[in-house]
């Protein structure tokens, strides 16, 4: 498969792919703060809640570095504090930032304050290495319960949004499943939506599924449900961006009216995230909180005006999918069927 260097440590700085100028161009930025990754976060030069984590954990670890080439600070957790509040900032929605940013914290308060910067990088290098084994794993677990394939013909899987190798450390969570699915069948065809407003399924998953030679047919958003009335789709899986203790799932806008779509006419709605993804401490989908984006991206098309001037726009970048919705979540760990509250907590072995 295609390898996207998405967010990476590169001779001493974080190099990102600018996921703005996909599909027309291939674009690296280079960032030597935690501010500046927060930024590019911000501004989504990166995407993808795992893809999210990793980045916010090689910001960590740049602003470790820039602080200590003025000298150890005489308190890495209070030096460090303003540079973090702003990757935690960054984007409200994806668990996988915070659940980085707390797995690099206790790094700061350990050992020799000398290596501070070195041991956040090994971290942040370990959170990546890690990310691609899950998405590898929970791609095979979820290739094992799709569906058999429609007698004459490949097995049809729709997914929204991007939840491939760009928006992961590799390999992808429902791409990942998809890729794994391949790999089982030999062959299936994908129809991916467009993803609207910012366009990820248009400009990201069609390109990246092509660029590994996967038969992948584009339709707008308002099309998913004639194509499942005319049999065309056989199963659809997406990724999230946050997991309630209840199963709810956040995801992008869309996700909620796809999986609607799919229950009603009986095709299975599968869910593929890491365990980083899932927070307990969230009780239901009703407290996740839903990131709202800037008006120009609904009243805007490359940068030309296209709703009328004046108007107000409503412009949520995630909706919310209850887990009575969800067939299957897929994880590394495993695979919940039917997730709920008590079987959320035993995926943790609690």
């Excluded at 319960?145 to 928006?167: D, K, Q, S, V, Y």
């Excluded at 339709?219 to 203790?245: C, K, Q, Y």
């Excluded at 949520?316 to 009575?324: C, K, L, R, S, W």
Aim: hydrophobic residues 50%; negative net charge; charged residues 20%.
């Amino acid at each position: 498969m295609t390898v996207f260097d998405v967010a990476v440590w590169r001779e001493g700085r974080v190099r990102m792919l600018d996921q703005r100028h996909l599909p027309g161009a291939e674009i690296y930025h280079h960032y030597d703060s935690a501010a500046e990754v927060a930024e590019a976060i911000r501004e989504m030069v990166v995407r993808g809640a795992p893809a999210i984590g990793c980045a916010a954990a090689f910001g960590v670890a740049v602003e470790a570095f820039r602080l200590a080439r003025s000298g150890l600070p005489d308190s890495w957790t209070e030096a460090m504090a303003p540079g973090l509040a702003r990757l935690r900032d960054s984007r409200p929605t994806a668990v996988n930032l915070v659940w980085a940013l707390e797995r690099m914290a206790p790094l700061l308060r350990s050992g020799d304050p000398a290596r501070v910067p070195e041991r956040l990088l090994q971290e942040a290098e370990a959170i990546r290495a890690e990310d691609i084994a899950s998405c590898q794993a929970m791609g095979a677990a979820g290739a094992a319960i799709l569906p058999a394939a429609p007698e004459g013909r490949p097995l049809a899987i729709m997914t929204h949004c991007n939840a491939g190798a760009l928006a992961t450390a590799g390999y992808g969570t429902a791409l990942g499943v998809i890729r794994a699915a391949r790999e089982r069948l030999g062959q299936v065809v994908v129809y991916a939506t467009e993803t609207r407003p910012y366009l990820q399924g248009a400009r990201l998953t069609a390109w990246e599924l092509v660029q590994d030679g996967f038969e992948v047919t584009l339709m707008t958003d308002s099309m998913a449900g004639h194509a499942m009335s005319r049999g065309l789709v056989d199963v659809v899986v997406v990724g999230a961006d946050r997991v309630a203790a209840n199963g709810d799932v956040a995801n992008k806008i869309g996700t909620y009216g796809h999986a609607v779509l799919a229950r009603r006419h009986g095709i299975p709605f599968l869910v593929a995230c890491p365990l980083s993804t899932i927070d307990l401490a969230t009780p239901t989908g009703a407290q996740i909180p839903i990131e709202e984006r800037v008006a120009a991206e609904v009243t805007h098309f490359a940068g030309h005006r296209v709703a009328a001037q004046g108007v107000r726009v409503f412009n949520p970048a995630f909706d919310v999918t209850p887990a009575e919705l969800v067939s299957a979540l897929v994880t590394e760990r495993g695979v919940v069927q039917v997730p709920d509250a008590l079987r959320m907590r035993a995926l943790f072995g609690s």
